[in-house]
């Protein structure tokens, strides 16, 4: 086993290039000269992820010029702009600042591959991530002060879900490997244990939790779904797939709605007012692989599933069971690799997902980098690519602050801060 590292933060410098001649140099030498940091679309762009049900669907986009948004802003008061307009703008805007997105700060406090990422709700700078170990870090990086860090058993510990008590966000839910849905403080104090069980062939692979309704829901690794309320009272225990629960995700407007993914090739949506066993669920949406993530918009109208293999879809609240475009991408299956996740943007309809290159996928390009892609959510086209080639591995999981600022990566035993270049600068 690799020494246990200690929590430890650090500013990237400058990334600096010094070249040699081109025919010195090996190919895996010339990779960080094959594309820029951040893809900005001049030059020619990839070749299309093709067969998505979205017509057009390409590599990094060329943006327009960035219109004024005090201008849209005043044409949208004036009546003479439609507020979708107005977000398009703004989302525009956004996409112009991530092409000077670089690593503001990164950390490796574990011994073990991070698993699950967790942002506070209310602090921009401050987010939570589990490791494979069962350790748990607090990490405010806008502070010079060490990181909360939270020792955890070992071997057979891995967090599988993470995520702020929304009423006291002092606590946390965790979900793991060791068999228990639990609620802790960050001084490791076990406040109440929601879910446990009684064999070590049965752990806890997701967890979703809510405010508004107080409930907790969990899912486990043969299929089993528990839902109970912040008191630690079970409602229901039920088999709702047929083999694990990789995920389950409450809608965040309607907290009624459940979407559950498995391993079973499926993702099922539930209205937990009617829910009276495995077959009372609303929709059953078939995917070719089994599923990592199914995780609903801020505005809750859709769903955005990622698979196993090389599929993204994304689903409307209009016609919940059939997906409203589909987009090809390499984040195929790895034992030893936290499974990629793809995430909403919290302000804006975009995508933000780590990229796994796979020879056997069809757009595969020699020495193709390991990025961090962005997506419209709306047209399923890349918008843009994150890179550092110093930080070169497979960013599994990907999440930007409520804010939307500010993104955090998961890359392997190490956690990235992405951020724009001038904020780098003030610190």
Avoid at 28 to 46: N, Q
Wanted: proline content about 7%; hydrophobic content about 35%; aromatic content about 8%.
């Amino acid at each position: 086993m690799a020494p246990k590292k200690r929590p430890e933060t650090q500013k990237t410098s400058e990334i600096v290039l010094r070249p040699r001649n081109k025919r010195s140099r090996s190919p895996r030498e010339l990779e960080p000269e094959a594309k820029k940091l951040c893809a900005k679309g001049s030059g020619p762009s990839r070749r299309s992820d093709s067969d998505c049900l979205w017509a057009g669907l390409a590599g990094p986009q060329i943006l327009p010029p960035c219109r004024s948004i005090v201008r849209t802003l005043h044409q949208h008061k004036l009546g003479r702009a439609s507020w979708p307009s107005v977000q398009q703008g703004l989302q525009q805007s956004f996409l112009h600042t991530l092409d000077s997105y670089r690593i503001l700060q990164k950390a490796a406090p574990f011994d073990r591959r991070a698993t699950s990422l967790a942002w506070h709700p209310t602090h921009p700078s401050t987010v939570a991530v589990g490791s494979k170990g069962g350790d748990i870090m607090l990490w405010n990086f806008g502070i010079k002060d060490k990181p909360t860090f939270i020792k955890g058993i070992g071997a057979g510990g891995s967090i599988t879900g993470l995520k702020f008590n929304p009423l006291n966000t002092n606590q946390f839910y965790a979900s793991s490997m060791e068999g228990t849905t639990r609620l802790q403080d960050f001084k490791g104090n076990i406040l109440r244990v929601f879910a446990s069980s009684d064999t070590i062939n049965i752990w806890f692979c997701s967890l979703d939790v809510s405010a508004s309704s107080r409930m907790v829901v969990t899912g486990d690794n043969v299929g089993n779904v528990i839902l109970l309320n912040m008191d630690g009272k079970e409602l229901w225990n039920l088999r709702m797939h047929k083999k694990k629960v990789t995920h389950v995700a409450l809608n965040p407007c309607c907290d009624w709605f459940l979407a559950t993914a498995s391993v079973d090739q499926t993702v099922k949506i539930w209205d937990l007012r009617q829910v009276r066993g495995k077959a009372s669920f609303l929709y059953s949406l078939p995917h070719r692989h089994p599923v990592n993530a199914a995780c609903f918009s801020p505005d809750g109208a859709r769903l955005l599933t990622t698979d196993q293999k090389s599929e993204i879809r994304i689903y409307s609240a209009s016609q919940w069971d059939c997906p409203l475009g589909l987009i090809p991408h390499p984040h195929r299956h790895f034992q030893h690799l936290t499974p990629i996740k793809a995430a909403w943007h919290p302000r804006y309809n975009l995508i933000v997902v780590g990229r796994y290159p796979d020879p056997n996928f069809k757009s595969c390009t020699p020495y193709e980098m390991r990025t961090i892609d962005v997506f419209d959510g709306n047209s399923g086209k890349m918008m843009c690519q994150l890179y550092d080639p110093e930080s070169s591995g497979i960013s599994s999981l990907n999440e930007f602050n409520p804010m939307g600022d500010t993104l955090a990566s998961a890359m392997g035993y190490h956690i990235l801060i992405w951020s724009q270049e001038e904020a780098r600068t003030r610190k």
